[in-house]
C-alpha cells in the first residue's frame, strides 16, 4: 500500500529511497581497502525511514543510532556531505570528527548519532523534555534498533517520558527478522523474555504498535497519527516497524551481496536472480515500493531508471567530492575539546 | 553589596536561586530536589521557581544525566543533582560517551551547558556507597570540566560560573563542609574556573590541596609554623582546567611540593601534579614531591576506621617534614 498522498511526493519518496540504497551501495565500494572504521548500510529499510521521516517539520529532531545513514539522507543531508564525514574529510558534516557512527547535521534537525545501543535514547527523551520544558511544539523522535530495548536506558527513559506526557516517538525499527544468531528466524531475535516488543512501551501505559516497515503506506499512517499526538501534548508512542534484515548485511562488514539493486527486477521477473530470489521478490521494502507506484500508474518504468540515473550520478559526484577534499589541519585534533 | 556570614551549603542553596532569578532557562533536577534533596541544598527552589523549573526524577541516574544533556542541547540550562558522587558511576554512559564529547564529536554543532552537582566525601559512617572522592575519574575524560569548592564563597562563586559555562561542568560538594560557615559577599562575584587560589602564603614549601583537604592543609601549615617551617597553601578550586602556572611558581619559590586530596593517593590527582611538577620545575625541586590521600581501600564505615582512612593534619605535617628533611636527595 502507498501513502495516500499526491502522486509527485510519492515519486520524490522514492526518489529519496533510491539516494539511500545507491549511498550505500557506493559506500560499501568506496570502503573496499580503505580505512574507514566500522559501518553500517540502511538497504532494506528505506521504505520505513523516508516516509516516516518526510512528516517532520523544520525544529522536529530525530536523534539516531549506528545504522543512521538513511536517516540523514530522508531529511535532505547532502550525500557528498556524508561520504566525506565517512572518509574523515575536513568538508564532512562534523569536520571529519565524527565519522559514520556520529555523523550530525543540526540544521536537518540530527544533534547527534550515539554508537553506544540506546545511547541516544536519553538524549532523545531530553530533546523532548525541553521542548516541553522550553514551550516549543516541536517533536522528538528516538530512531532505535530492536536490541537498544535490551539497555536500561530505554525502560528509564520510557518511564519519564510516559510520566511527564512528553512530545517523543520511539519508532523502533526491527530488522532483525532473518538475523542470525541463536534466535534465527524467531521473533523477537533480540535477546529479550518480553513479546511482543511493543509490551515494553505499553507497560508504561504508552501507546503502542507493530507495523510492517516495508508498508510505506501503513509507516506513513502510524507516523503521521505519531506526530500530531507528540506534537498536540498526547504524549509519546512507541512503534516497532518490522523488516526483514537484508542479506548483505550478516557479515561484519556490509557486502553486495545482491549486488547493485537492479531495478527492472520490480517490473521483469526474468532479471531476479535465484540466488536471494526470496529477498528481491518479496522483502525489499523498495522494489515493492516501485511496483506499488507502477500498479498505481504514478510513474512508468522510463521514469523510474531516469530518477536513479540522475540519483547515480549525484552520488558518484558525492563519492569524488569526498575523495577529493583535503583531510582536517592537524590542529583539528585538539581544537573543540570545550565549547 | 551586603556581606553575610552564611554556611557553604547556604552559599550554594543561594546561588541556585540567584542562577534561576538571573537566567530563566536555568533548571533543576534530581532526586528529591523538590524536597531540598538530603540535606537542604536546593531547599525552597522548588516554592521560588515551581515545579517547571525545579523537577524531581525518577531513581535513573543514567537516563537523568541524558534528560539535562539533551534539554541543555536545546538551550536550557539544567542543574542535575547526583545525590551522592557514587551513583554517579550508573550515569557513566551518559556523562562520559554524550555529553562531555558531544561538542568535538559534532565538529562543534552541539553545546551541552550542563553543571552537574554531586555530593562527595566522607564524613560520619556513611560507608563505601556514600563517601567516595571520584574526582580522579573524570579529569581523564577530555570535554568535562571538574571544580570542587573549599568554602562558601567559592562555593557559591564557582557554581556561578558552572551554570554560565557552555561546557558539562561537575562540581563536587563536600559534605563535610555543607556547614562550615564563612563571609560571602550576597549577590556572590563568580569565580573563574581554572583559577586557583593562595589560601595561606609561605615560602618553605607548597602544599597543593583541594576541597576539604584545604582546610586540613592549613590546620597542618599553622602546627609546621609554630615550628618555623613556613607552607604556601595552595586551594586548587579547579581540577579541570587545572590552574598549573599557580603550582608551578609556587614550586618554583618554594622547591618543596605535597598534594592532598581525599581520594586514593593511587591514581589520585596528585600523581597528575607530581608529574607536571617533575616535567616543568624539575631544576627547582630539593626534594622528592610527596602525595597525601587515602590508602588503597574502599571507605570503611566505621567511624573509627573512617579516621584512619581520611587524611588528617598530621599526614600533611609527616609528608611535609619529608620534604625538608630530603634535602639534597637530588
Known amino acids: ?339 | 553589596m551586603t556581606v553575610a556570614t552564611i554556611r557553604y551549603i547556604d552559599a550554594i542553596n543561594s546561588a541556585l536561586a540567584g542562577e534561576m532569578k538571573r537566567d530563566d532557562s536555568v533548571i533543576v533536577l534530581g532526586e528529591d530536589v523538590t524536597l531540598g534533596g538530603p540535606f537542604g541544598a536546593t531547599k525552597g527552589l522548588s516554592e521560588e521557581f515551581g515545579d517547571d523549573r525545579v523537577i524531581n526524577t525518577p531513581i535513573a541516574e543514567g537516563t537523568v544525566m541524558g534528560l539535562a544533556a539533551g534539554a541543555a542541547m536545546l538551550g536550557a540550562r539544567p542543574i542535575l543533582e547526583v545525590m551522592f558522587i557514587d551513583f554517579i558511576t550508573l550515569a557513566m554512559d551518559q556523562l562520559v560517551n554524550h555529553a562531555a564529547k558531544l561538542h568535538y564529536m559534532t565538529g562543534g554543532q552541539a553545546v551541552v551547558p550542563l553543571t552537574i552537582r554531586a555530593l562527595c566525601g566522607a564524613g560520619g559512617g556513611f560507608g563505601a556507597h556514600h563517601s567516595q572522592s571520584l574526582e580522579a575519574w573524570f579529569l581523564h575524560v577530555p570535554g568535562l570540566k571538574v571544580v570542587a569548592p573549599s568554602n562558601p564563597a567559592d562555593a557559591a562563586g564557582l557554581l556561578r560560573s558552572a551554570v554560565r559555562d557552555n561546557n558539562p561542568v561537575l562540581f563536587l560538594e563536600h559534605r563535610g563542609l555543607y556547614w562550615r560557615k564563612a563571609e560571602v559577599t550576597e549577590d556572590a562575584i563568580p569565580v573563574p574556573l581554572g583559577m586557583a587560589s593562595v589560601a595561606r602564603q609561605g615560602g618553605d614549601l607548597t602544599i597543593v590541596a583541594v576541597s576539604k583537604m584545604v582546610e586540613v592543609a592549613l590546620a597542618a601549615a599553622d602546627d609546621l609554623s609554630d615550628s618555623g617551617i613556613e607552607a604556601e597553601v595552595i586551594d586548587l578550586r579547579s581540577i579541570v582546567p587545572l590552574d598549573r602556572e599557580a603550582i608551578l611558581a609556587s614550586v618554583r619559590r618554594t622547591g618543596r611540593l605535597v598534594v592532598v586530596h581525599e581520594a586514593v593517593t593511587f591514581g589520585g590527582i596528585g600523581a597528575e601534579i607530581a608529574a607536571m611538577a617533575q616535567e616543568h620545575a624539575f631544576a627547582h625541586l630539593v626534594a622528592p614531591v610527596q602525595r597525601v590521600g587515602a590508602p588503597f581501600a574502599p571507605v570503611p564505615a566505621s567511624v573509627e576506621l573512617e579516621k584512619i582512612f581520611v587524611p588528617g593534619p598530621d599526614d600533611v605535617i609527616a609528608a611535609a617534614r619529608r620534604t625538608m628533611t630530603a634535602e639534597g636527595v637530588r
Not at chain 1, 523516508?50 to 531529511?75: I, K, Q, S, Y
Not at chain 1, 569536520?95 to 556520529?102: C, D, E, I, N, S
Request: charged content about 20%; hydrophobic content about 40%.
Open chain 1, 1 to 339: 500500500m502507498l501513502p495516500d498522498l499526491r502522486p509527485d511526493l510519492l515519486v520524490e519518496y522514492l526518489r529519496r529511497m533510491l539516494v539511500i540504497r545507491r549511498f550505500e551501495e557506493g559506500l560499501i565500494k568506496l570502503a573496499e581497502g580503505r580505512d574507514i572504521g566500522h559501518f553500517h548500510v540502511y538497504i532494506g529499510q528505506e521504505s520505513t525511514g523516508v516516509p516516516a521521516l518526510a512528516l517532520l517539520e523544520d525544529g522536529d529532531l530525530t536523534f539516531t543510532t549506528h545504522r543512521n545513514h538513511g536517516h540523514l539522507l530522508a531529511r535532505g543531508v547532502d550525500p557528498a556531505a556524508m561520504y566525506a564525514e565517512i572518509l574523515g574529510k575536513a568538508t564532512g558534516t562534523n569536520g571529519g570528527k565524527g565519522g559514520t557512527l556520529h555523523l550530525a547535521s543540526a540544521e536537518h534537525g540530527f544533534p547527534t548519532t550515539s554508537a553506544v545501543t540506546g545511547g541516544c535514547i536519553p538524549l532523545a527523551t531530553g530533546a523532548a523534555f525541553g521542548f516541553s520544558r522550553l514551550g516549543r511544539d516541536r517533536v522528538s523522535v528516538c530512531l532505535m534498533g530492536d536490541g537498544a530495548l535490551e539497555e536500561g536506558a530505554w525502560h528509564e527513559s520510557a518511564n519519564i517520558a510516559a510520566m511527564e506526557s512528553l512530545p517523543i516517538i520511539f519508532l523502533c525499527e526491527n530488522n532483525s527478522l532473518e538475523a542470525l544468531g541463536q534466535k534465527a528466524n524467531e521473533y523477537p531475535s533480540s535477546t529479550m523474555a518480553a513479546s511482543p516488543l511493543t509490551e515494553l512501551a505499553a507497560v508504561f501505559g504508552m501507546e503502542s504498535v507493530a507495523i510492517d516497515g516495508a508498508d510505506s503506506g501503513v509507516v506513513h499512517d502510524t507516523m503521521a497519527a505519531a506526530v500530531v499526538k507528540a506534537r498536540s501534548g498526547d504524549g509519546p508512542i512507541f512503534i516497532e516497524a518490522r523488516t526483514v534484515r537484508w542479506p548483505g548485511n550478516r557479515p561484519l562488514w556490509p557486502q553486495l551481496l545482491t549486488g547493485e539493486t537492479d531495478l527492472t527486477m520490480a517490473w521483469d521477473e526474468s532479471a531476479i536472480p535465484e540466488e536471494h530470489g526470496r529477498w528481491h521478490r518479496a522483502e525489499d521494502g523498495l522494489l515493492a515500493y516501485i511496483r506499488g507506484l507502477l500498479a498505481a500508474g504514478y510513474v512508468d518504468e522510463r521514469t523510474v531508471t531516469d530518477i536513479d540515473a540522475g540519483v547515480r550520478e549525484k552520488m558518484s559526484a558525492g563519492v569524488q567530492f569526498a575523495l577529493d577534499s583535503p583531510y582536517p589541519d592537524p590542529e583539528a585534533a585538539l581544537s573543540g575539546v570545550f565549547g
